[in-house]
T-cell receptor, first 115, second 116 residues
């Protein structure tokens, strides 16, 4: 079974530029998550989708971050404009369904460096 | 407030030593789930175990074992006879049941280095 695919693996941009990350979840997984992991910290949820609807985006900085999941499969996360503090690894995860205790499968992440 | 604390930032051991990674959590919910994930240098988080708040039985899986104690709000992870391949960052996480989100609340992680 193929895992969660993310691209690109690495990205370096200047502050105030825009950037987009792509995620392809495990086939059949209805729930998709984007987490932000700043160096030395644990991942923090940015947004959760159930199919193509948003379940939780309470920690997404909506003035600069946006995400979509068209057709309930692939997802893109965009930052515009980027700030230095956005430097982090952006992890995508998916799970078969919802519910507390659901096992989430993670991709390898996209490491973003904002200079 | 929900919180997960991993007080050990980094642990170094020599191969074949036993090592315990500590995890303390805070939650007001009576139904919740606790997880351990491993993050090797490649970056992805690898699921190790999930426990629900109603099951305090300890669990053993090969060289791995977990000790869940609700009385002390702890969910500790022990690796017996550590190996170099165990070197990674280990995260403890909490998920609360019955809410509108299934988000995992992670601790800050413990970096384990196993030397030959």
């Amino acid at each position: 079974e193929a895992g969660v695919a993310q691209s690109p693996r690495y990205k370096i941009i200047e502050k105030r530029q825009s950037v987009a990350f792509w995620c392809n979840p495990i086939s059949g997984h209805a729930t998709l998550y984007w987490y932000q992991q700043i160096l030395g910290q644990g991942p923090k949820l940015l947004i959760q989708f159930q199919n193509n609807g948003v379940v939780d985006d309470s920690q997404l900085p909506k003035d600069r971050f946006s995400a979509e999941r068209l057709k309930g499969v692939d997802s893109t996360l965009k930052i515009q404009p980027a700030k230095l503090e956005d430097s982090a690894v952006y992890l995508c995860a998916s799970s078969l369904d919802r519910g507390g205790g659901t096992e989430a499968f993670f991709g390898q992440g996209t490491r973003l460096t904002v200079v | 407030a929900q919180k997960v604390t991993q007080a050990q930032t980094e642990i170094s051991v020599v191969e074949k030593e036993d090592v315990t990674l500590d995890c303390v959590y805070e939650t007001r919910d009576t139904t919740y789930y606790l997880f351990w994930y491993k993050q090797p240098p490649s970056g992805e988080l690898v699921f190790l175990i999930r426990r629900n708040s109603f099951d305090e039985q300890n669990e053993i899986s090969g060289r791995y074992s977990w000790n869940f104690q609700k009385s002390t709000s702890s969910f500790n992870f022990t690796i017996t006879a550590s190996q170099v391949v165990d070197s990674a960052v280990y995260f403890c996480a909490l998920s609360e049941g019955g809410r509108n989100t299934d988000k995992l609340i992670f601790g800050t992680g413990t970096r384990l280095q196993v030397f030959p």
